[in-house]
């Protein structure tokens, strides 16, 4: 009968330093409420003299992964060290050593988690990765397990907290984006290399892992489209708070009997969508499900503390599988093989900012091409600009994407529109 866990860390950066300072400040609390105590036995980082968020005792602390791997005591390995490789390497190892493991680590879930998942399952081990999604946002564990009796319809998230940021400050303060997004680096909110925020990118990791699990299929990142938040303007999120909406980048999966969407890119909200008013860098679960119906959870979606909380809770529900002998219950829930439907065939409203000649007609001729694909229109606002050109922006009704791009191709050669500017999808 054991009477202690123990855990070995790969990586005491952001997340590495949020988990060990919660062992360490609520480790007695955390033992009553388990039974037995869990204990830090090694943690692995690059560069032994960098300095520490976190003071561990000495001996803990290795350069060498393979103390924690390889360690014959040690019951849960944390790979918190972030990439594809060698983190992907590492937990296989671990897994073959007979460890129950844990990781923060969405380009590698997303990428390559899922034989990982197979073999804890042969291996009757655990494998959690709550932090991987949503911070501390708890999600991955409701979905496989207090919702497991639903029926997941759609799954709809702002799961990037940079992006959230700056499309909130241009909400607000009416910014450009360029002006947030060096705000949001001088601020730390952002990466000196943001492309995997604003292009998308971090969200399509998550999206799929959530996609994943809520539809029990395995849906490979590279087969969800993407589209990030650089064409966003300020003009466009001017122009949709005018007409009720605000402008949220979402990570997207809904579920039909024709097969799974599932997409990454931003949309118009209407403000009154529980989505609209999560904020700042905080992130948002929004799950509609049969029979529990909307639920939605909220928090921050990053960060040592947060992301922290969710690793430690993933090593608790682990220790008390190690000690009550069973190990191996929480595996993968990707039994299905549903089908992604192409974006063409997506069926949704469309927002549109045309600039185009202050002439007479040019209302009637753009209102032609949308007919000629059966795009039929909600409302139409024109707006005269200084420079002897219009703004005309639409809402359209629900239409079928590929009518929607062939119209707004034969709309950017039309002689009265001078450019498409914006388009943006609207979800309800
Ligand atoms: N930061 C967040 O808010 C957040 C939120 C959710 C999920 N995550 C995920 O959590 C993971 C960790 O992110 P982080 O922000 O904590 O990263 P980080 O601050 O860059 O820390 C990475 C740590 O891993 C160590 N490391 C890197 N390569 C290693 C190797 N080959 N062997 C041993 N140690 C190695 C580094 O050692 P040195 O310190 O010696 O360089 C460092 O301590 C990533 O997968 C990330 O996507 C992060």
Redesign the pocket.
């Known amino acids: 009968m054991k009477d202690v866990i123990r855990v070995g860390i790969?990586?005491?950066?952001?997340?590495?330093?949020?988990a060990v300072r919660t062992l360490q400040e609520n480790g007695e609390a955390i033992a009553r409420k388990i039974g037995a105590p869990i204990v830090i036995k090694r943690i692995?980082?690059?560069?032994?003299v960098?300095k520490?968020a976190v003071e561990v005792p000495a001996g803990v602390l290795t350069?060498v992964?393979s103390d924690v791997i390889d360690d014959p005591e040690i019951d849960v390995v944390c790979?918190?060290?972030?990439?594809v490789e060698?983190?992907h390497s590492?937990l296989m190892r671990a897994l073959d050593n007979g460890k129950s493991v844990v990781?923060?680590?969405?380009?590698?879930m997303a990428k390559a988690g899922h034989d990982l998942l197979l073999k804890a399952h042969e291996a009757h081990r655990d494998f959690l990765f709550e932090?991987?999604v949503g911070?501390g946002i708890p999600i991955i564990q409701p979905l496989k397990q207090a919702l497991a009796g639903n029926r997941v319809r759609e799954i709809m998230g702002i799961v990037n907290g940079t992006t959230n940021y700056i499309l909130t400050k241009m909400a607000t303060e009416g910014a450009d984006f360029g002006d947030v997004l060096k705000e949001a680096q001088a601020h730390g909110y952002a990466e000196s290399d943001p492309t995997a925020d604003i292009e998308g990118y971090d969200a399509q990791y998550k999206t799929s892992i959530l996609a994943s699990i809520a539809f029990n299929s395995q849906i490979d990142p590279a087969d969800i489209p993407v589209e990030g938040i650089t064409k966003i303007t300020r003009k466009d999120m001017g122009m949709a708070d005018l007409l009720g909406y605000t402008i949220k980048l979402l990570g997207i999966g809904q579920a039909d009997d024709a097969g799974l969407r599932v997409r990454v890119h931003p949309a118009l909200l209407p403000k009154r969508h529980p989505l609209a008013s999560v904020n700042d860098v905080y992130n948002a679960i929004y799950v509609r499900a049969e029979p529990v119906g909307d639920v939605m959870f909220y928090g921050r979606?990053?960060?040592?503390g947060?992301?922290g909380s969710?690793v430690v809770g993933d090593i608790i529900e682990i220790g008390r599988n190690i000690l009550a002998g069973g190990t191996g219950r929480l595996g993968c829930t990707c039994f299905d093989s549903r089908s992604l439907l192409p974006m063409s065939s997506l069926v949704t409203k469309y927002y549109v900012r045309l600039r185009t000649h202050d002439r007479p007609k040019v209302l009637a001729s753009v209102a032609n091409v949308f007919g000629d694909f059966d795009v039929s229109l909600e409302s139409v606002e024109q707006r005269p600009q200084s420079d002897d050109s219009v703004d005309i922006v639409l809402l359209t009704h629900r239409t079928i994407e590929q009518n929607m791009m062939s119209a707004l191709d034969v709309l950017g050669r039309l002689p009265t529109v001078i450019a498409v500017e914006g388009w943006i999808r609207v979800e309800k």
Do not use: D, F, W
């Open positions: 790969l990586g005491l950066g952001v997340v590495g330093s949020g692995a980082v690059r560069n032994l960098a520490r350069n992964a790979e918190l060290i972030g990439g060698p983190a590492y990781t923060a680590n969405k380009e590698m932090g991987s911070g979606g990053a960060g040592s947060p992301t969710a």
